[in-house]
């Protein structure tokens, strides 16, 4: 485990905090002329997903956590609870909280590969939250069909994708097209 000096702890960066994982999401380092500098973050915890600030001096550091990806298999969804298993071993099954899964609920394939974040704590392994790529396929399985002359929308309809999330597409996106998502932003790239 490395420890980082308070002007390291950066965007994206993995620290423990309060003996739980947070991901930094903002930094800035302020520099007045009466006081030392400080770091002043806001920490994501990976743990129960609240976002809080926090302040850290010249003297503090934290401990970055030992964070390490794994890919598993998405297998199914049930009253909040996502289920996964190893996909070299169907029988090696865990659940994440919709909570730690967060919008990426939306993106998620039956079957297909995907990566978690495990934290090692002190040796005992915890799953903490899915990562999934930023572009993603997905068959549409309902589109309206395009209406002509119909621009009132600006040419946006809504569809369905296979796995029943449904989003905002251009009016030629039609039922058995493949397209890209933005797995980050939830819109639209291209059809493939």
Request: glycine residues 6%; proline residues 4%; aromatic residues 8%.
């Amino acid at each position: 485990m490395s420890q980082l000096q308070y002007s390291e702890i950066r965007e994206k960066k993995i620290i423990i905090h309060n003996d739980e994982p947070c991901m930094v999401v903002e930094s800035h380092v302020a520099r007045t002329q009466q006081r030392k500098p400080q770091n002043q973050v806001k920490l994501k915890s990976l743990i129960s997903g609240k976002v809080f600030p926090a302040t850290f001096h010249v003297a503090d550091s934290a401990d970055e956590a030992d964070i390490q990806k794994r890919e598993v298999t998405f297998l199914y969804a049930n009253r909040g609870e996502y289920w996964f298993c190893d996909p070299n071993d169907k029988a090696n099954r865990f659940k994440l909280d919709a909570s730690l899964i967060g919008t990426a609920a939306k993106f998620l394939k039956q079957n297909s590969n995907t990566t978690v974040l495990v934290w090692d704590n002190d040796g005992e392994e915890v799953n903490i939250s899915v990562d999934l790529p930023i572009k993603m396929e997905f068959k549409v399985k309902e589109a309206p069909p395009a209406v002509r002359g119909d621009t009132s929308k600006g040419g946006i309809k809504v569809i369905t994708l296979e796995n029943g999330t449904t989003i905002n597409a251009p009016m030629f996106v039609a039922e058995g097209d493949t397209i890209r998502i933005n797995t980050e932003t939830g819109e639209y790239v291209e059809r493939v």
